[in-house]
């Protein structure tokens, strides 16, 4: 059923700061970085950041885990006068598409006007993301997992990935190609941290950090931060950039994938899927539209293997084909015709997690913001509708469909 | 089938003095029965369904009755890592995170350490005996040895 909320709520305003280097960003501070990416996308939109009186996060208000964000804080910070919502998602990145959902819920609501979504990351030596388990104390519930030696999102990521192989016949060529694919589209992009032309025989010679994936396969570590304000309709006509309208925009799971891989008792297929599929059959039905009615898709690229799994949960092909449909090129963008190869639909235009940077998943919406205004520097020609999705995490995962004005 | 080209060698458990747990009154009976060389899971009393790790509520059915049968402490491998530093000291050691799902105890898996065969010789479908580890604080944790008759 057609979702009540339908275009009801647009992105107008998208900010973010320099992306650096894990650690590199000292000695800026969190509310530093979060700070200018607020501003500039109150500036983006052409409103004033007193206007701001929602705050709509994910990950729990945590900046890229390490730090917690307090609406407080960045009030007394920025000088919003008031703020009237202040919400979270849950969990971890699973839930970044998701929060622009939630701004359309204070928004829908009436308990705000201008919502903002920010994330900032900042990994000092002492606060790493590829540790975060690792650094985690032992609980009741970790200690049936932790003991094990998968410490890291990578080797958790690797069990799946394992599996998905198995099940299917998929390849370390498939997960090459998602690789070269994304620094084939940051190659052009002044802000991206990999931005040096790959080939297949750099991929191999990767170093095999949790088999079968090699470090090439796991995304960047960067510090940075990134803002998106939502607005309702009727305030956007008046800001400054074309509206980003939210079409469709879900959070959520399945109980089979739950706890995912913080827990490994998913049963086949969702154990080597992207826990997406819930969503995926939501978004659809919110939307009326499938995979193929998407001109390009910002796919959650923490590991590429994760690229290949959500492919086959919205259904950009069937489940356990997402391996020939990689490597027939079907998430290549093609500068000549401003569109896909092969048939296929682009898949991260903007180099993803893999090559650009990595803020928890946040820049995903910002390309699909700029792929709908018509200003991505990859740009896909006439883009109507833009797929952005959240990080295969324990629940929530989430997902947003943006329609171009 | 070979499905690695890299010649790792023996797949080692990771040292059990540098492992910890925790445990609260929901899993605790699990780890009682480790400390005996036991293997149990958590077992619905009212309806049989199994669940690890071990919560208050059946998930099926909603009831807080458990038991705790003592399983036969086999099981075969569902999915694996090959990992090759030591998360502790970053040291060059190879082990091998398994996913095992357990015999006598239908849905319920455990993740812990595969050893007895070179890494690069574990397969999904490995059939697998639980070997105990002694870790900190005097608990006892189950890991696995591959079984040669696969």
């Given at each position: 059923?057609?979702w009540?909320?339908?275009?009801?709520?647009?992105?107008?305003?998208?900010?973010?700061?320099?992306?650096?280097?894990?650690?590199k960003?000292?000695?800026?501070?969190?509310?530093?970085?979060?700070?200018?990416?607020?501003?500039?996308?109150?500036?983006?939109?052409?409103?004033?950041?007193?206007?701001?009186?929602?705050?709509?996060?994910?990950?729990?208000?945590?900046?890229?885990?390490?730090?917690?964000?307090?609406?407080?804080?960045?009030?007394?910070?920025?000088?919003?006068?008031?703020?009237?919502?202040?919400a979270?998602?849950?969990?971890?990145?699973g839930?970044?598409a998701?929060?622009?959902?939630?701004?359309?819920?204070?928004?829908?609501?009436?308990?705000?006007?201008?919502?903002?979504?920010?994330?900032?990351?900042?990994?000092?030596?002492?606060?790493?993301?590829?540790?975060?388990?690792?650094?985690?104390?032992?609980?009741?519930?970790?200690?049936?997992?932790?003991?094990?030696?998968?410490?890291?999102?990578?080797?958790?990521?690797?069990?799946?990935?394992?599996?998905?192989?198995?099940?299917?016949?998929?390849?370390?060529?498939?997960?090459?190609?998602?690789?070269?694919?994304?620094?084939?589209?940051?190659?052009n992009?002044?802000?991206?941290?990999?931005?040096?032309?790959?080939?297949?025989?750099?991929?191999?010679?990767?170093?095999?950090l949790?088999?079968?994936?090699?470090?090439l396969?796991?995304?960047?570590?960067?510090d940075?931060?990134?803002?998106?304000i939502?607005?309702?309709?009727?305030?956007?006509?008046?800001?400054r950039?074309?509206?980003?309208?939210?079409?469709?925009?879900?959070?959520?799971?399945?109980r089979?994938?739950?706890?995912?891989?913080?827990?490994?008792?998913m049963?086949?297929?969702?154990?080597?899927?992207?826990?997406?599929?819930?969503?995926?059959?939501?978004?659809?039905?919110?939307?009326?539209?499938?995979?193929?009615?998407?001109?390009?898709?910002?796919?959650?690229?923490?590991?590429?293997?994760?690229?290949?799994?959500?492919?086959?949960?919205y259904g950009?092909?069937?489940?356990?084909?997402?391996?020939?449909?990689?490597?027939?090129?079907?998430?290549?963008?093609?500068?000549?015709?401003?569109?896909?190869?092969?048939?296929?639909?682009?898949?991260?235009?903007?180099?993803?997690?893999?090559?650009?940077?990595?803020?928890?998943?946040?820049?995903?919406?910002?390309?699909?913001?700029?792929?709908?205004?018509?200003?991505?520097?990859?740009q896909?020609?006439?883009?109507?509708?833009?797929?952005?999705?959240?990080?295969?995490?324990?629940?929530?995962?989430?997902?947003?469909?943006?329609?171009?004005? | 089938?070979?499905?690695?080209?890299?010649?790792?060698?023996p797949?080692?458990?990771?040292?059990?003095?540098?492992?910890?747990?925790?445990?609260?009154?929901?899993?605790?009976?699990?780890?009682?029965?480790?400390?005996e060389?036991?293997?149990?899971?958590?077992?619905?009393?009212?309806?049989?369904?199994?669940?690890?790790p071990?919560?208050?509520?059946?998930?099926?059915?909603?009831?807080?009755?458990?038991?705790?049968?003592?399983?036969p402490g086999?099981?075969?491998?569902?999915?694996?890592a090959?990992?090759?530093?030591?998360?502790?000291?970053?040291?060059?050691?190879?082990y091998?995170?398994?996913?095992?799902e357990?015999?006598?105890?239908?849905?319920?898996?455990?993740?812990?350490?595969?050893?007895?065969?070179?890494?690069?010789?574990v397969?999904?479908?490995?059939?697998?005996?639980?070997?105990?580890?002694?870790?900190?604080?005097?608990w006892?944790?189950?890991?696995?040895?591959?079984?040669?008759?696969?």
């Amino acid at each position: 059923m057609t979702w009540a909320h339908q275009d009801k709520c647009a992105i107008v305003g998208i900010g973010a700061t320099d992306y650096y280097v894990r650690g590199k960003s000292w000695p800026r501070t969190i509310n530093d970085m979060a700070g200018e990416a607020i501003l500039k996308a109150c500036e983006d939109a052409g409103i004033s950041v007193k206007d701001i009186d929602g705050f709509a996060y994910y990950g729990g208000a945590s900046a890229g885990y390490v730090d917690k964000f307090d609406s407080g804080s960045l009030m007394e910070t920025l000088g919003m006068p008031h703020i009237s919502f202040t919400a979270t998602l849950t969990s971890g990145g699973g839930g970044v598409a998701g929060a622009v959902g939630l701004a359309t819920a204070g928004l829908m609501n009436e308990d705000c006007t201008y919502a903002v979504t920010v994330m900032a990351v900042q990994q000092t030596p002492s606060a790493r993301l590829g540790d975060i388990f690792g650094r985690m104390k032992p609980d009741p519930e970790n200690s049936f997992l932790q003991p094990s030696g998968l410490i890291g999102p990578g080797h958790l990521m690797s069990v799946l990935a394992r599996r998905h192989m198995h099940l299917y016949g998929s390849t370390e060529d498939a997960l090459a190609e998602i690789v070269m694919a994304s620094r084939t589209h940051a190659l052009n992009r002044p802000k991206a941290i990999r931005r040096t032309p790959l080939s297949k025989e750099d991929y191999l010679a990767s170093v095999m950090l949790a088999d079968p994936l090699r470090r090439l396969d796991f995304c960047l570590e960067t510090d940075g931060a990134i803002a998106v304000i939502t607005t309702t309709a009727d305030r956007a006509r008046d800001c400054r950039q074309k509206p980003a309208y939210i079409h469709g925009c879900v959070h959520g799971a399945s109980r089979k994938w739950g706890r995912a891989f913080g827990w490994m008792n998913m049963p086949d297929p969702e154990f080597s899927s992207s826990g997406h599929q819930f969503l995926a059959e939501r978004v659809w039905a919110q939307t009326g539209l499938a995979a193929k009615d998407m001109d390009v898709a910002l796919i959650y690229d923490h590991f590429s293997s994760m690229v290949l799994a959500q492919l086959e949960d919205y259904g950009f092909c069937e489940r356990g084909e997402g391996n020939d449909y990689v490597l027939a090129g079907k998430t290549r963008y093609d500068p000549a015709s401003r569109g896909g190869v092969n048939g296929g639909i682009p898949v991260n235009t903007h180099g993803g997690n893999l090559s650009e940077a990595y803020i928890i998943g946040m820049t995903h919406v910002v390309e699909a913001v700029e792929q709908v205004r018509g200003t991505a520097i990859n740009q896909v020609a006439d883009c109507e509708f833009a797929l952005a999705t959240g990080g295969p995490a324990p629940i929530p995962v989430s997902s947003l469909v943006l329609r171009s004005a | 089938m070979s499905a690695h080209s890299i010649a790792y060698g023996p797949a080692r458990l990771l040292p059990g003095d540098q492992i910890h747990i925790t445990t609260n009154p929901d899993t605790e009976p699990f780890w009682l029965a480790a400390k005996e060389h036991r293997l149990t899971a958590c077992q619905c009393a009212s309806c049989g369904a199994f669940r690890l790790p071990p919560t208050p509520y059946c998930p099926i059915c909603a009831s807080k009755e458990r038991t705790w049968p003592t399983l036969p402490g086999t099981g075969t491998v569902f999915s694996y890592a090959i990992c090759s530093k030591n998360p502790a000291t970053g040291e060059d050691y190879v082990y091998v995170p398994v996913v095992v799902e357990i015999d006598g105890a239908r849905g319920a898996r455990l993740v812990g350490n595969l050893t007895g065969c070179n890494a690069e010789d574990v397969r999904i479908g490995t059939r697998v005996v639980v070997e105990w580890t002694d870790i900190c604080d005097g608990w006892v944790l189950p890991n696995f040895r591959a079984l040669s008759d696969r």
